[in-house]
């Protein structure tokens, strides 16, 4: 696991516009990695700091450490956010994917003031957004994902972690193993980024030329892809799975004239994007191995593509 840019903060909370953020970005960082969703990782930060704002001055002063207190309050939320997720999930259209980030350029331009700017441009890309480990971060609990993530991805100390899940610093540790556990089992060996890209972009020219044969080499032959359309639009309800079934999905999905589907930054990682009429109306994530297209994560729902910019 690579350790996120972003480190715990105990000195007291600096009033300056430039401090407040800092924590804004880090909080940002933990919250959509707890989440896997930018919009709920939004909604977090902005209920923290409206709970710091709603103490008085003195209420203020009193706190040891503000960076602490935010973060505390913050991993509480997203713990909260996680147990009623699941039960929002439960009835959501179809399958659900992770939100997926773009790359700072395929983001729209947004305000320099960091507190306006697009949320997407406060998230640290590396290892621990990449769709592949956040897929696998969805089925933990939420008392192994908050654990692990504060832990794991952000090094907080246990005992730091224990006051915010709510249990022991032995029971955070015993959650954040559990959760190493599944990371572990969930991976494979990684194939270097050039290499994914290449096959990404194979993929493409497939797909665009309707090459089924060219596309199910690409594959694994256990391969599976999910569609995420959270019932707004269009989405297959339920996961393909083999490389020929795949294969001739993508080759009946093209839109001659009208879908130019480019590549792009997703999560960190190789990608694709699919334009119609100038707008993203669907993302694609892939989780590459030994030359072979594992998964495939459509994200199709309007309301997670918001990041993306419009042409």
């Avoid at 439960?90 to 773009?102: A, D, H, N, T």
């Avoid at 972009?201 to 080499?217: T, Y």
């Avoid at 999905?249 to 990608?271: D, H, M, Q, S």
Wanted: charged share 25%; proline share 7%.
């Amino acid at each position: 696991m690579t350790p996120s840019s972003t480190a715990p903060q105990d000195g007291r909370l600096d009033p300056t516009p430039s401090a407040l953020t800092g924590e804004r970005r880090r909080l940002i960082n933990l919250a959509y990695r707890m989440l896997g969703s930018l919009a709920e990782a939004e909604d977090v930060v902005q209920e923290t700091y409206a709970r710091w704002y709603a103490m008085s001055r003195r209420q203020q002063e009193a706190v040891a450490s503000p960076g602490g207190w935010l973060t505390k309050v913050a991993g509480r939320i997203c713990l909260d956010v996680l147990r009623s997720a699941r039960v929002r999930r439960e009835r959501y259209v179809g399958e659900w994917v992770p939100e997926p980030l773009p790359a700072r350029t395929d983001r729209p331009a947004g305000a320099m003031d960091d507190s306006t700017a697009d949320p997407a441009d406060r998230v640290t890309l590396d290892e621990s957004v990449s769709m592949a480990f956040l897929v696998v971060l969805e089925a933990m609990t939420p008392a192994e994902r908050v654990a692990f993530v504060l832990h794991d991805v952000f090094r907080y100390p246990f005992s730091e972690v224990a006051d915010i899940v709510g249990r022991t610093p032995a029971a955070c540790r015993q959650l954040a193993t559990s959760a190493r556990r599944r990371v572990s089992a969930s991976r494979a060996p990684l194939s270097p980024t050039a290499q994914r890209a290449r096959v990404v972009k194979e993929f493409r020219l497939a797909w665009q030329a309707k090459d089924i044969n060219a596309l199910i080499g690409l594959l694994d032959p256990d391969a599976t892809a999910v569609g995420d359309g959270g019932g707004l639009v269009t989405a297959l309800p339920h996961p393909i799975e083999g490389a020929e079934r795949i294969a001739r999905f993508f080759a009946g999905r093209t839109r001659p004239g009208r879908l130019a589907v480019r590549e792009c930054t997703v999560n960190g990682e190789p990608g694709l994007a699919a334009h119609l009429d100038g707008a993203v109306v669907s993302v694609y994530a892939f989780d590459i191995a030994d030359g072979r297209i594992r998964r495939i994560w459509a994200v199709l729902n309007p309301e997670k593509l918001r990041p993306w910019k419009r042409e």
